[in-house]
């Protein structure tokens, strides 16, 4: 029984599969549309309409990552869609393998958890909430499935003009100030984008990316130089949204003032970023790329280390849970890009189970910051927007009513001990999570994820003749992020669950609390089935260097074959009479 079953879900994978690659981005793309027509007031039936297309898109991105899984081994394992039934390379190509497969599904969970954390109030603080967050989804599923640098180019804006309105979505002045920044910044991305694309067409003349791949060996010895600088100028587009150092200064202050839905699909735009930076890399100059294998490894790798300090040291620095978890965002994406610029395998495998798990962990915890910051600030009426205020003491002791003489009550008799409310325990008990993800510490999945790729780095620098002076100090800037945050967070817990007193306990709602959870629960399954994640994650890194399959599969798809035209209107016409 378990084998026909097994043979029926083969056989429907391989049919539904070239399909349903068009599918994670027309589903959110028609779901936007019907949100538009349903009008602002009726808020009901849009968000049961959102909800239900992002539950869609996430079924679907499991059932595309549960096919490239079962077919790993095999030619199709690859999706390849021709949506104009042209011929590769001059026709869009939508390509789906276990990378871009993983980044859907993760994508998916978070905008799930978005979209239930918006229905308890965000959804109603401005317009087209649902409608902004589905293009969003469509803009990067479509960045993840394209097989091109135009059509990649198309869905980057479709995701950056999304994220204008989302950051500025329930306004105020310090959304209206860091979304000018954030717009300001992504233009420029935008125009280096093309820049470098078209520096690339002009010497290679194609966008396809295994097209390309496979053309860059023959590049002239003379026209190599134009080739790199054109990789360079689309590189730094891509640094500065995976929030490489220096190229991050405008991540903090953004994602501290969008909304806390908003901000948790904001930590999927940096890996976006990553993830072009991953794709590329290893396909286009991988070692058989002739003089041009292995080009800008090491500036990702010592960029990637400079990016992990920094957000390290903004963690140390941070007061607001909020900017805590920005700068966490920016430690996630620095440890990702050094790992990548190793360019090894076994290593690669870690960081690709250390991704998702640190995407959820810091979605969880910008959704933990909001209600953290309603607890000092509670507000029954509509979302506060955030303020400009600074604080100046790690534990604003200018606000705590400490005791002097032990901990005594109203009436000056020593206590012995305090019930603690139901919300504030649940809250609690959330950041202490978020903590241990965050920081890396056992037992859950992000320890698992920074254990595999320290022992991969020892394991394969120590058979490779010596451990290199630049993976002892990856090793240790990991290990010291881990302790700074664990700091940093634990001062932020005393600030906000310890010293507080006469402070009345957080009101929570169900939509609000339960994606937190949700989140975290995850990270534990993660955690539980570690093996087979990690399986799943040395699957992904072998393909991803050994790049010939994917080029063989996207340069092998032939479009269907249909009537042309002309034969229509031969097939329509009655012969001639024969004289």
């Not at 349903?20 to 959110?28: G, K, S």
């Not at 990856?474 to 006469?502: E, Q, Y």
Request: aromatic share 10%.
């Amino acid at each position: 029984m378990m084998t026909l079953l097994s043979d029926w879900a083969l056989l429907a994978n391989a049919a539904l599969m070239p399909h349903l690659t068009m599918a994670p981005i027309l589903l959110p793309l028609i779901a936007a549309c019907l949100l538009l027509l349903l009008g602002d007031r009726r808020h009901h039936r849009k968000a049961t309409l959102a909800l239900a297309a992002t539950l869609a898109n996430l079924a679907i991105a499991l059932f595309l990552m549960l096919g490239v899984h079962m077919e790993a081994a095999q030619p199709h394992a690859f999706g390849v869609y021709l949506p104009s039934n042209w011929d590769v390379p001059f026709g869009i190509v939508l390509v789906l393998d276990h990378l871009s497969a993983l980044m859907l599904v993760v994508a998916a969970v978070v905008a799930l958890m978005a979209v239930l954390f918006s229905l308890a109030r965000w959804h109603k603080a401005g317009a087209h909430f649902h409608v902004l967050l589905q293009l969003q989804i469509m803009g990067l599923n479509g960045a993840f499935l394209t097989g091109d640098l135009f059509n990649l180019f198309v869905f980057f804006e479709v995701m950056l003009a999304a994220s204008y309105g989302l950051l500025l979505h329930g306004s105020g002045p310090a959304r209206v100030k860091a979304g000018l920044h954030y717009l300001s910044i992504n233009l420029v991305a935008s125009s280096l984008f093309l820049v470098g694309a078209a520096l690339i067409y002009g010497v290679t003349g194609t966008l396809n990316m295994a097209d390309l791949a496979a053309r860059i060996p023959l590049v002239a010895a003379s026209d190599r130089a134009l080739l790199h600088v054109g990789c360079s100028i689309l590189a730094l587009a891509f640094l500065a949204k995976a929030a490489c150092w220096p190229l991050n200064f405008w991540l903090a202050p953004a994602y501290t003032a969008a909304s806390a839905p908003s901000a948790a699909v904001f930590a999927l735009l940096t890996k976006v970023g990553v993830y072009v930076l991953m794709r590329l890399s290893t396909l286009l100059f991988s070692a058989s790329a002739g003089a041009s294998a292995g080009f800008g490894q090491g500036w990702l790798l010592w960029g990637g280390m400079a990016t992990l300090s920094f957000g390290a040291i903004g963690m140390l620095s941070a007061q607001r849970p909020a900017r805590l978890a920005s700068f966490a965002v920016i430690v996630s994406s620095g440890t990702l890009m050094a790992v990548l610029g190793f360019a090894r395998p076994e290593l690669s495998a870690g960081a690709l189970y250390y991704l998702p798990v640190s995407t959820f962990a810091v979605a969880a915890f910008f959704l933990l910051a909001e209600l953290m910051d309603r607890s000092r600030n509670p507000s029954p009426q509509a979302p506060r927007a955030p303020e400009d205020e600074e604080d100046h003491l790690p534990f604003a002791l200018a606000e705590q009513e400490l005791a002097r003489e032990g901990n005594l009550d109203e009436d000056e008799e020593r206590l012995v001990g305090r019930a603690i409310p139901a919300a504030t325990a649940l809250l609690g008990l959330a950041f202490i999570c978020c903590t241990l993800l965050v920081a890396g510490l056992p037992p859950l999945a992000s320890f698992v994820a920074k254990f595999a790729m320290l022992s991969a780095l020892l394991q394969t620098s120590a058979a490779a003749g010596g451990i290199a002076s630049s993976a002892w100090l990856f090793l240790s800037l990991l290990i010291a992020a881990g302790l700074l945050a664990l700091i940093a967070l634990s001062r932020t817990g005393i600030r906000f669950f310890w010293t507080p007193v006469d402070r009345c306990p957080p009101s929570l709602q169900l939509f609000e609390y339960a994606p937190i959870v949700m989140l975290i629960a995850l990270c534990g399954a993660m955690t539980w089935h570690a093996e087979g994640f990690l399986r799943y994650a040395n699957t992904t890194a072998e393909l991803l260097y050994s790049p010939q399959r994917y080029i063989d599969a996207v340069l092998s798809a032939r479009p269907l074959l249909t009537p042309t035209n002309a034969e229509r209107l031969r097939a329509s016409t009655p012969p001639e009479p024969q004289p």
